[in-house]
Antibody
Framework: EVQLVESGGGLVQPGRSLRLSCAASGFTFDDYAMHWVRQAPGKGLEWVSGISWNSGSIGYADSVKGRFTISRDNAKNSLYLQMNSLRAEDTALYYC???????????WGQGTLVTVSS | EIVLTQSPATLSLSPGERATLSCRASQSVSSYLAWYQQKPGQAPRLLIYDASNRATAIPARFSGSGSGTDFTLTISSLEPEDFAVYYCQQRSNWPHTFGQGTKLEIK
């Protein structure tokens, strides 16, 4: 059974940093691309970042480019999101998501909540 | 960045009716478009990928069509469990943007 468990969320002040982690199990992690998607309270989905199986291809939303860094450790079956210079508008539930053989997200974690507030 | 615009924002229909949801891209995404369903308190679920392919275990009442910039998700006969928010997403280019969503509500 595919499991994606996010951690690292919490309350942080504007301008500070936070690192999210996603522990993956139930599939061969280094075979698949992984993404982060966020959802502000009561709002729609926003794609944040994606990384290919070997970290050779990485993309970011314009809203986070230059502030967020995605990475993965295939030996640890883990995905990360380093978030710097956090802003109030980064407040959201952050989902870790697995990309399937179709090329689309086929599994999602339950999310970790990030709240940016003074 | 490719912008996806979904319409309508809200669609009010009754069970048994046909639902037609639209997604328009600001530039061609070829067939690199998917549809997701999200219910309150749940993560999204993939319904349709590559514009017209049903994902695993998705009922046949869900269908997708389109290519280039104009796409449609059709639900042929609404079941009570279909009332939810629907999002389109493109993966033609980074960033893999989502549309703003269409809320399908019971009339």
């Amino acid at each position: 059974e595919v499991q994606l468990v996010e951690s690292g969320g919490g309350l942080v002040q504007p301008g500070r940093s936070l690192r999210l982690s996603c522990a993956a199990s139930g599939f061969t992690f280094d075979d698949y691309a992984m993404h982060w998607v966020r959802q502000a309270p009561g709002k729609g989905l926003e794609w944040v970042s994606g990384i290919s199986w070997n970290s050779g291809s990485i993309g970011y939303a314009d809203s986070v480019k230059g502030r967020f860094t995605i990475s993965r450790d295939n030996a640890k079956n883990s995905l990360y999101l380093q978030m710097n210079s956090l802003r109030a508008e980064d407040t959201a539930l952050y989902y870790c998501a697995k990309v399937g053989i179709s090329g689309w997200i086929d599994y999602w974690g339950q999310g970790t909540l990030v709240t940016v507030s003074s | 960045e490719i912008v996806l615009t979904q319409s309508p924002a809200t669609l009010s229909l009754s069970p048994g009716e046909r639902a037609t949801l639209s997604c328009r891209a600001s530039q061609s995404v070829s067939s690199y478009l998917a549809w997701y369903q999200q219910k309150p308190g749940q993560a999204p679920r993939l319904l349709i990928y590559d514009a017209s392919n049903r994902a695993t275990a998705i009922p046949a009442r869900f269908s997708g069509s389109g290519s280039g910039t104009d796409f449609t998700l059709t639900i042929s006969s609404l079941e009570p469990e279909d009332f939810a928010v629907y999002y389109c997403q493109q993966r033609s280019n980074w960033p893999h943007t989502f549309g703003q969503g269409t809320k399908l509500e019971i009339k």
